[in-house]
């Protein structure tokens, strides 16, 4: 019985180990051949599987099964171990020219000279925190300005600038003051919502001519761009964590974890019909930091 | 005898041989929930092996380049050279990409074995006197698992992955006070900037992977001194561990699972497609696409973001801005109350013994109610980071599905918890009744028998049998 169970263990450790001896000079093969990856992938799942199942029949047919029992001391030291095990890291005794046990007044008792360690560690590694400084810039007012300066020439993605004949009142495109296409906090969504001047806000009626709209497409929750305009609701979404925005309403948010309204760029219109911004956004754009209103 | 000449030539010199013999004999016990933390420790090796291949070929660099490689659809295309070497390593490398995928597996792998892992020391009480320590290196590793695995899956620089970034800088930049200096610090100034992937790409191969080893070490140092945890079953007690010994048994049977948990993870990087970065194109600030996923593990946090309702704080001028509730608070919250609980437990129930002797949940129901309503509410975040997937794959309102999983985000654990509850009693209750028809009879030299469960001191030897 036990014999007949040990040959057929071993019977199915030495087919295993063959599988992965045949699928490893394959794997061998294959890579040499220009490699395929799904074919490598099975070779290799193959060849590791074989090994691991002839250990694991290895394990539990052929090896001493148990149960055996170990031991388990207790864990914690006598207290005397303790007590000397602290006095000799306070380093209270020590011998004398002949040998003898002697006692002397431990480093650790020095008063002093602990403060005085404390104090060189401690200012040590407060000088070493300030080579962190260097990591960044400080911020400064980065976060407060964009690109956008007044009378900057509002051109599209390839850099050429936007007339006001370009969008279909409905249509939407991503904008960049002139000179800065790319940057990512003066990235701006601008949509025609007339074919004349809308007012979205008591006090902004000059800032969208001929229908224009122009948002930061930086979502003032996590940063993510504001990239889906549903035009029939005239509504902005954020893909990332679905803040919307009413485009009419001064991109005021309606759903999700926006607080806060997207800022909007304040549009002219050249003597040549060219879209120019008034000024910079007249607040920081993007998520919100602890004195963003200061 | 071979191995007595060769081990006699290596004590001579080291004198190892009487601490290597205790070692070959250290017992593990038998029980499948033990090799969770081992199926961890193996998909580090494998990420090890197929993460130091992939630096030979990545090239930690945000400087642009016009991508001229063998996949048509990109040919042209302006990306970083982080991204490009991605795209080489992926298509012109041979069995880069199954090195790739490996990888990334891997690492999906790895953080999940480490949760489950958790999972079966918190409801079986392993963390409890003496092991209080081990539960925090514990805790410490799976968040550097986490961290590891969000920096690697930034490296690409591909439009998924950099979204991601762009989030959190966004918390970042959300902590009051410190929150733009910090934001600067780490990223080297304004989101997007040229420093971070270097800079993620230090911490991804040197600092993270340094430290885990480091502190797997010291894991594996504590496991050994305590010695196993065990289940209660015959013959086991506090004062002994039951099972199998490290050699020649265990050996072979952990080294098996170490194949069996490579060849799942060869068979799922050659077959099963991850993360394919050249589909989602190289990262552009002004670009995203919906059904925006990060990796399955920071899932809870990417619900949490969509869950939040739109609430912020200002006091006095300032502001605390909504992303930091979801984003820092909670995970605060959460690692904070994980490193304390062995304390906390240990106050709730005035249980200040050492137990080696592992609680089956059934037994702690109150620990288990509790660890199944937190569960059941990470898992409803999990579940609202793909709001907008689930809302297009039932087409049905993303707005309605976030109103959904707002309120189920409350009312799931409650009813996880009193479901757990009223199981674990249940369960218990019938343990209870099979006991009382289960008698431990131990045979006497005078012929009786006695009822051996009624002594605890008497250790049931051979001739103990069960009768019903």
Same mark, same amino acid.
Do not use: M, N, W
């Given at each position: 019985m036990n014999g007949n169970v040990e040959r057929r263990a071993t019977r199915l450790i030495a087919i295993s180990l063959g599988i992965t001896t045949v699928a490893a000079l394959l794997l061998a093969l294959v890579y040499l051949l220009g490699g395929q990856t799904q074919l490598e992938g099975v070779l290799i799942a193959l060849a590791l599987g074989g090994l691991g199942y002839a250990f694991v029949i290895t394990a539990r047919r052929l090896l001493p099964q148990g149960p055996f029992v170990e031991d388990r001391k207790r864990l914690e030291s006598s207290p005397d171990d303790i007590k000397a095990f602290a006095s000799d890291f306070e380093a209270v005794y020590d011998v004398d020219a002949e040998g003898d046990d002697a006692t002397r007044e431990g480093i650790a008792r020095r008063k002093l000279l602990g403060r005085m360690l404390g104090a060189a560690i401690g200012a040590l590694g407060l000088a070493s925190?300030?080579?962190?400084?260097?990591?960044g810039p400080r911020p400064g007012n980065s976060l407060f300005v964009t690109k956008w300066r007044r009378g900057s020439r509002v051109v599209n993605e390839q850099g050429e600038p936007v007339n006001v004949e370009d969008l279909e009142v409905g249509g939407v495109i991503t904008v960049f003051p002139h000179g800065n296409v790319g940057a990512a906090d003066s990235q701006t969504l601008l949509i025609r919502l007339a074919d004349t001047a809308v007012t979205t806000r008591p006090g902004r009626e000059t800032w969208a001519p001929e229908g224009y709209v122009a948002y930061s497409?930086?979502?003032?929750?996590?940063?993510?761009?504001?990239?889906?305009? @549903? @035009?029939s609701i005239e509504r902005l979404l954020c893909p990332c964590h679905q803040s919307t925005f009413e485009v009419a309403n001064g991109a005021t948010p309606v759903f999700g974890p926006a607080t806060r309204s997207l800022p909007q760029l304040p549009l002219m219109v050249d003597t040549e019909g060219f879209l120019r911004s008034q000024s910079d956004y007249n607040q920081p754009i993007g998520p919100g930091f602890w004195n963003r209103d200061r | 005898m071979l191995v007595e000449r060769g081990v006699r030539g290596l004590d001579r010199r080291l004198g190892l041989a009487r601490f290597a013999r205790t070692a070959l004999n250290k017992v593990f016990p038998d029980h499948w929930s033990f090799m969770i933390g081992e199926i961890a420790m193996y998909c580090l090796v494998i990420l090890i092996l197929t993460g130091v291949y992939l630096t030979f070929f990545f090239v930690p660099d945000s400087r642009h380049v016009i991508y001229h490689g063998s996949y048509g659809p990109l040919r042209g295309v302006r990306m970083s050279a982080a991204y490009e070497s991605t795209l080489h390593v992926t298509f012109d490398v041979r069995a880069g990409l199954l090195m790739r995928q490996i990888h990334h597996w891997a690492a999906l792998l790895f953080v999940g074995s480490i949760l489950v892992h958790l999972l079966r020391i918190f409801f079986t009480g392993a963390f409890r006197k003496p092991r209080e320590l081990n539960w925090m290196v514990g805790l410490t590793l799976f968040l550097l698992a986490l961290g590891n695995g969000f920096t690697g899956y930034s490296l690409p620089d591909d439009l998924l992955s950099g979204t991601g970034l762009r989030i959190a800088y966004s918390v970042l930049l959300s902590?009051?006070?410190?929150g733009p200096w910090l934001a600067f610090l780490v990223f080297g100034g304004?989101?997007?900037?040229?420093?971070i992937i270097p800079r993620l790409f230090v911490i991804h191969i040197l600092i993270v992977p340094a430290l885990i080893v480091g502190l797997l070490t010291v894991h594996l140092v504590m496991l050994v001194r305590q010695k196993h945890t065990q289940f209660a079953g015959r013959g086991r007690r506090e004062d002994n561990v039951v099972g199998s010994k490290l050699w020649p048994t265990f050996t072979a049977k952990t080294l098996g699972l170490f194949f069996f948990v490579f060849a799942v993870c060869a068979a799922l990087g050659g077959l099963a497609q991850i993360n394919p970065v050249w589909l989602y194109g190289p990262f552009d600030p002004s670009a995203v696409s919906a059904g925006s996923q990060p990796d399955w593990y920071i899932g809870w946090l990417e619900g949490a973001l969509r869950l939040m309702p739109p609430w912020e704080l200002r006091i006095g001028g300032f502001e605390i801005p909504n992303p930091f509730f979801p984003g820092v608070l909670l995970p605060g919250i959460t690692f904070t109350v994980l490193y304390l609980w062995p304390w906390i437990e240990e106050r709730l129930t005035k249980d200040h013994a050492h137990h080696h002797i592992l609680d089956r949940p059934r037994d702690r129901p109150r620990r288990t109610a509790l660890g199944v309503a937190v569960l059941a509410f990470y898992v409803v975040l999990f579940l609202a980071g793909g709001n907008d997937v689930i809302a297009a794959r039932f087409d049905l309102s993303v707005n309605a599905v976030t109103y959904v999983f707002r309120a189920l985000v409350f009312v799931l654990p409650v009813v996880a918890a009193v479901v757990a509850y009223r199981l674990c009693n249940e369960l218990a209750a019938r343990d209870h009744d099979d006991e009382e028809k289960l008698a431990l009879l131990e045979r006497t030299p005078e012929g009786g028998y006695v009822?051996?469960?009624?002594?605890?001191?008497s250790d049931p030897g051979n001739d103990t049998k069960v009768v019903t």
């Open positions: 925190l300030f080579p962190l400084a260097s990591l497409k930086v979502c003032t929750h996590a940063g993510c761009p504001v990239g889906l305009y @549903q @035009q | 902590i009051p006070l410190a304004e989101f997007p900037s040229d420093d009822d051996a469960d009624r002594d605890p001191g």
